[in-house]
C-alpha cells in the first residue's frame, strides 16, 4: 500500500466511532509528547498522528473559518492554500445573485469554497485529483450539514457544459514555493482562459497584471480587514464592470469600481489631511476613486497616498493628520525623533527604497511618546511627515 493510500485509510477509520472517540480524547485532553504514547497502547501510531495533526488544525482553522473550523477536517498545506470564508462567503453570493442552477468547484482542495457556496443556497459538485483532500471535502459538508457532491477527477477533462457556473483557484505551488508565473499554475492559464469564455468565477493571484486580464472579463481585488487576499476574475454575465475593489472588515462590506472613478484627478502638496487606501483599492487602479470621494488630490502621479483638506470616515482608505513635517535625511530626522522624546515609531513609506525595521535600528529611539511616521515623495521630492490616525 502506497503512503497516500495509508493516510486515506487512516483518514476514513478517523471518520468512523472508533476514530471520533479517538479525536474527542485528542481535543478534550492533554496534547503532550507522554499522551501520544499513552494513546498509542490502545491506537496505532498513523491514526493517534492524524488525531492530534486534525486537532492542531482545527484550532489554527478557525482564523479562516470561524466556529466551523471545530467540526471540519484539514490537511496543513490545504489549509494554508483555503480561502477565509468571509471572503468565500462573498464570492459564492455574487455567484448566487446571478441564480445559475448549479456551480462545480475545479480543484476543491478540503472544501472551503464548497462551504460557502452550499451555505448560499447553491447546487455544487467538486472535484479534486487529491483522494485525501476529496474525502475531506465530503466529510466537510457532512459535518457542517451542508449538501454537495464531491469526486476524484481531473478537471481539464470533463465536460463542463452542464454546469451553470465554473470556479477554479489554480495552484499556484511548485516544488520551490509559490510561483506567480501563470504558466506554473495547475490547471494551466490556457485552461484558465478557456473557462473566462464562460460564466465562471476563477480566483488568481492579487500580483495578476492588469495586461493579463481578458477583453470583457471583470477582475476583483478582495481585502480582509485590511489584508489582501486575493483576486477574482469574472466573465459571462457574472462581469459587470472592468476592475472592482471589495473591502471586508467590521463594518461590513464595501466595494468601489471603475464607475466612481473619474480619473484626471491632480497631484499637488500635502493638505492637512492624509489617506492611506487600502491594498485592493491600489491593486484594482482606483487610488483616484478614493480621492474624488475625500474630496482631495494625490501627493503624486505615481505614489497612492491621497490628501484633502476634508475629515471623512471611508472603508477604502485609513485617515491620518498631518502634525508637522519633520527632517527627511536621517541624521536630521533622529535628531528631531529624539527632541520630540519618541521612542515607539511607526514607520509607514512608499515611494522610497526604506526598511522600517533597519531604519528604526539605526534612529536608536528614546523616549516615553509614540509616533506615525510616514516617508513618501511629494512630487518627486523626499518628504517625512509626522502624523496621527483620526
Given at each position: 500500500m502506497s503512503s497516500d493510500e495509508s493516510r486515506l485509510e487512516t483518514f476514513?477509520?478517523?471518520l468512523g466511532d472508533d476514530g471520533q472517540e479517538l479525536l474527542s480524547q485528542v481535543e478534550a485532553g492533554d496534547r503532550s509528547l507522554g499522551a501520544a504514547s499513552s494513546l498509542r497502547a490502545r491506537f496505532q501510531a498513523e491514526q493517534v498522528s492524524l488525531a492530534f495533526s486534525i486537532a492542531e488544525l482545527r484550532d489554527k482553522g478557525r482564523a479562516k473559518f470561524g466556529s466551523a473550523a471545530r467540526h471540519?477536517?484539514?490537511?496543513?498545506?490545504?489549509?494554508?492554500q483555503a480561502t477565509r470564508l468571509p471572503v468565500a462567503r462573498?464570492?459564492?453570493?455574487?455567484?448566487?445573485?446571478?441564480?445559475?442552477?448549479?456551480?462545480?468547484?475545479?480543484?476543491?482542495g478540503i472544501g472551503g469554497d464548497l462551504v460557502a457556496l452550499a451555505e448560499a443556497g447553491l447546487t455544487t459538485a467538486g472535484v479534486d485529483l487529491d483522494p485525501l483532500r476529496v474525502a475531506m471535502a465530503r466529510a466537510n459538508l457532512v459535518a457542517l450539514g451542508l449538501p454537495g457532491a464531491v469526486s476524484v477527477a481531473d478537471a481539464t477533462t470533463l465536460d463542463l457544459s452542464p454546469f451553470g457556473v465554473r470556479f477554479a483557484d489554480p495552484a499556484?505551488?511548485?516544488?520551490?514555493?509559490?510561483?506567480?508565473?501563470p504558466d506554473a499554475w495547475l490547471p494551466s492559464w490556457e485552461f484558465v482562459s478557456d473557462l473566462l469564455t464562460r460564466a465562471s468565477c476563477v480566483k488568481v493571484a492579487p500580483g495578476i497584471p492588469h495586461a493579463m486580464v481578458p477583453a470583457g472579463v471583470e477582475a476583483e481585488w478582495v481585502s480582509d480587514?485590511?489584508?489582501l487576499k486575493e483576486a477574482v476574475l469574472w466573465s459571462g454575465p457574472l462581469a459587470t464592470v472592468v476592475r472592482r475593489a471589495t473591502v471586508i472588515g467590521n463594518g461590513g462590506l464595501a466595494t468601489l469600481?471603475?464607475?466612481?472613478?473619474?480619473?484626471?484627478?491632480?497631484?499637488?502638496p500635502v493638505l492637512g489631511l492624509l489617506y492611506e487606501p487600502d491594498d485592493a483599492v491600489i491593486r484594482a487602479g482606483l487610488v483616484t476613486a478614493v480621492a474624488a470621494g475625500v474630496g482631495g488630490r494625490l501627493i503624486d502621479p505615481k505614489i497612492a497616498w491621497v490628501t484633502s483638506e476634508h475629515a471623512f470616515t471611508t472603508p477604502f482608505a485609513r485617515g491620518y493628520r498631518v502634525l508637522e513635517e519633520v527632517p527627511?535625511?536621517?541624521?536630521?530626522?533622529?535628531?528631531?525623533?529624539?527632541q520630540r522624546g519618541i521612542g515607539s515609531l511607526t514607520i509607514k513609506k512608499r515611494g522610497v527604497q526604506v526598511v522600517p525595521e533597519h531604519l528604526r535600528a539605526r534612529l536608536s529611539l528614546r523616549g516615553d511618546e509614540a509616533a506615525t511616521l510616514v516617508l513618501t515623495r511629494v512630487?518627486?521630492?523626499?518628504?517625512?511627515?509626522?502624523?496621527?490616525?483620526?
Open positions: 476514513e477509520w478517523l471540519m477536517y484539514f490537511t496543513r498545506e490545504a489549509l494554508e462573498h464570492r459564492a453570493g455574487r455567484i448566487a445573485a446571478a441564480a445559475p442552477d448549479s456551480v462545480i468547484d475545479l480543484g476543491c499556484r505551488r511548485t516544488g520551490a514555493g509559490r510561483s506567480f508565473r480587514h485590511g489584508e469600481t471603475d464607475e466612481d472613478d473619474p480619473g484626471g484627478i491632480d497631484a499637488g527627511f535625511r536621517e541624521k536630521a530626522l533622529k535628531q528631531a525623533l529624539r512630487q518627486g521630492r523626499g518628504v517625512a511627515l509626522l502624523v496621527e490616525p483620526f
